[in-house]
């Protein structure tokens, strides 16, 4: 694979987690009572076939 296909396809991927995932927890947060508390948040990410494993963690806050 190219450094040219290697990185569209990461890009593709990255941008569907990133818009999917923004829908789901605006849905969830609509679903709950969010106003005024804050949720720990946190998004592991695997690639099967690979020993990798990705934690990304931090705080989203409801609406005021």
């Known amino acids: 694979m ?8 990461m ?3 990255l941008k569907q987690v990133g818009v999917t995932s923004q829908q789901a927890i605006e ?3 609509r679903n709950a ?3 005024g508390k804050t949720f720990d948040a ?13 934690v990304v963690t ?4 409801g609406p005021q």
């Open 33 to 35: 009572e969010t106003t």
């Open 11 to 13: 890009r593709k991927f």
């Open 58 to 61: 931090g705080k989203i806050e």
């Open 2 to 9: 190219s450094d040219e296909n290697f990185n569209m396809s």
């Open 42 to 54: 946190k998004v592991v990410l695997t690639i099967d076939g690979m020993d990798f494993e990705h």
């Open 27 to 29: 849905e969830a947060m």
